[in-house]
């Protein structure tokens, strides 16, 4: 039972260029979210996925796409990077989502992302 | 949105009670609050999470007073090992959901 995955685990891109970050967790959870850290912050939600088949942005979409691949697979990626965009990612997952209710999230050990 | 609000920063040494108190005057009756730890170079990590009262696992307890404008994190007897950030959260879910994680408080442990 490995939780949370994330791949790969560092990156480095130049301006422009695009890339896709994989999570996938095996917990049979419905919902899945991915976050970004800037340094000394806290975590900001991008995108989240509910359940199987459903997307909506969160906190700070603009710049990325998602696709929940299956139950168990949920990517980010990124089309055009910006230095701006430089930060860590994190993938979490969670029974699913009612309302008022933060259900558990377990979280994936996080991608170094750097754009230069 | 319900914001949260919490110290920036607190120190205590080893065998303390740490108590982390968040703001959070905003919070929705169906909000739940939920506190998260994390550790430098790792995801965070589910600590506690309650309604009402007092909620109390192996690790913590979670104080909330009847107005539910606040909330405590108590940290019985903590160790260097607890030195990281921990996080107040506070569940959004209507019409969209929203995760507010905030900048945290960062706790470091003394020996």
């Known amino acids: 039972n490995a939780g949370v995955t994330q791949t790969p685990k560092f990156q480095v891109l130049k301006t422009g260029q695009s890339m896709t970050l994989q999570c996938a967790q095996d917990?049979?959870?419905?919902?899945m979210y991915w976050y970004r850290q800037d340094p000394g912050m806290g975590l900001r939600l991008i995108y989240y996925?509910?359940?199987?088949?459903?997307?909506d942005k969160g906190e700070v979409p603009n710049g990325y796409n998602v696709s929940r691949l299956n139950k168990r697979e949920f990517s980010l990626r990124l089309e055009s990077a910006a230095p701006s965009q430089t930060s860590v990612y994190f993938c979490?997952?969670?029974?699913?989502?009612?309302?008022?209710?933060?259900?558990?999230?377990?979280f994936g050990p996080g991608t170094r992302l750097t754009v230069t | 949105l319900a914001k949260t609000t919490q110290p920036i920063s607190m120190d205590s040494y080893e065998g303390q009670e740490v108590n982390i108190t968040c703001s959070h005057n905003?919070?929705?009756?169906?909000?739940?609050i939920t506190w998260y730890q994390q550790f430098p170079s790792q995801g965070p990590r589910f600590i506690i999470q309650?309604?009402?009262t007092k909620v109390t696992n192996e690790v913590a307890s979670l104080f909330i007073p009847a107005d539910r404008k606040s909330s405590t994190l108590s940290l019985p007897r903590v160790s260097l090992s607890d030195t990281a950030v921990y996080y107040c959260?506070?569940?959004?879910?209507?019409?969209?959901?929203?995760?507010?994680f905030g900048a945290g408080t960062r706790l470091f442990v003394k020996a």
């Open positions: 979490a997952s969670s029974e699913g989502l009612t309302s008022g209710i933060v259900y558990e999230q377990y």
């Open positions: 917990m049979n959870h419905n919902s």
């Open positions: 996925s509910a359940s199987e088949g459903t997307t």
């Open positions: 905003n919070i929705a009756t169906n909000d739940y």
């Open positions: 309650g309604y009402k």
């Open positions: 959260l506070v569940g959004i879910n209507t019409g969209g959901f929203k995760t507010i």
